[in-house]
């Protein structure tokens, strides 16, 4: 234990609410155990330009509740090629850092399980991003804020398109998978949800607005904005055409999805895995994610984490098919 004596930690890839959180935690437990914290500014761009600046309790006093991050966050092209990972170790290094914290997603576990393969350098992640589409863990940081505020606004949307007896396409984030129009399919009562995971959805969605559709006040189809057979305003001009009795509208969240304060879910994950990465280096765990898998603590190397896919879940899927 006595080998770790200076850590650091920093955000990477898109914010997710509770990002602050999880850095609060890092920085309390760390100092809990007699270790000094620094945070890196800007992500992996600032481990390479060596923005680093000590983190003190009273520095994460009042973040628990905020969105963002205060550590502020990028993608770096640099840190992707070997040279800009050498000038990170080296950062690392001259600033006395004997482990690191990163907090982010697969793009950012892909860095850090090669920074830390290629220098022999602890590295631990902690999940965090919206799109909870990290194999090894049930949850990251942001999902649950973020299908909250996708529910607000979809509630919203459902008010105006009752009134007007319309057919709404609301797209929503999650990169390459479908967890948030899933699981927030689920919690708005959405007539379909189009994910990139299954195909031929289309036609069935077609099949269910010439049927039981026809009788609905108003229709809601979430839409995952990954790849999948058409862009969500292709889907809506074929429906508009098939159906020119209905009266369609395309909204797109957007960024709204990623931000406000964080929900009570997202506050205590990130606290939870913030004390648990700390725990891990403290443990000599070297290039792992600390994750959570029911309700439990989980560590998973962090290969693993990038190299594996993680499935959408089989029943959530099955019970949107029983309750539209
Ligand atoms: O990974 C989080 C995420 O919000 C994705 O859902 C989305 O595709 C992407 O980031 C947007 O990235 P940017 O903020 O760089 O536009």
Avoid: W
């Avoid at 060596?50 to 205060?70: C, P, R």
């Avoid at 080296?90 to 793009?107: A, F, P, R, S, T």
């Avoid at 979809?154 to 007007?164: E, G, L, Q």
């Amino acid at each position: 234990m006595e080998k770790f004596k200076k850590i650091a930690v920093l955000t990477s890839g898109g914010d997710a609410p509770g990002m602050n959180a999880a850095i609060r935690a890092v920085v309390r437990a760390g100092i809990a155990n007699k270790l000094k914290v620094m945070g890196v500014l800007r992500g992996y761009k600032g481990l390479i330009s060596n923005d680093f600046i000590k983190l003190e309790s009273t520095d994460v006093s009042k973040i628990i509740q905020t969105g963002g991050t205060i550590l502020g966050t990028a993608r770096s092209p640099e840190f992707r090629e070997p040279e800009g990972r050498v000038k990170a170790y080296e950062n690392l290094k001259k600033n006395q850092i004997d482990g690191l914290i990163v907090i982010g997603g697969d793009g950012s576990f892909a860095g850090a399980s090669l920074l830390s393969r290629e220098h022999n350098f602890p590295v631990i992640g902690i999940p965090g991003t919206i799109d909870n589409d990290l194999f090894g863990t049930d949850y990251t940081i942001g999902y649950d804020t973020a299908l909250n505020n996708v529910v607000d606004a979809v509630d919203k949307i459902r008010d105006t398109a009752t009134s007007h007896n319309r057919v709404f396409f609301i797209e929503v984030m999650g990169r390459e998978a479908g967890f948030i129009a899933l699981r927030s399919g689920i919690a708005c009562g959405a007539e379909a949800i189009l994910i990139p995971e299954i195909s031929g959805q289309t036609d069935k969605l077609k099949e269910f607005l010439a049927t039981r559709g026809k009788t609905r006040k108003s229709s809601i189809i979430l839409v995952a904005e990954g790849k999948k057979e058409s862009s969500t305003f292709d889907i809506a001009k074929i429906v508009e055409k098939e159906f020119p009795e209905m009266d369609v509208r395309v909204s797109i969240l957007g960024h709204i999805q990623r931000g406000g304060s964080p929900t009570a879910y997202d506050r205590v994950t990130a606290s939870r895995l913030g004390v648990a990465a700390v725990d891990a280096l403290l443990n000599d765990q070297r290039s792992i994610m600390v994750g959570i898998a029911d309700n439990d603590i989980t560590h998973v190397p962090l290969n693993k984490t990038v190299k594996l896919h993680k499935k959408v879940n089989e029943h959530l899927l099955e019970i949107i098919d029983l309750l539209i």
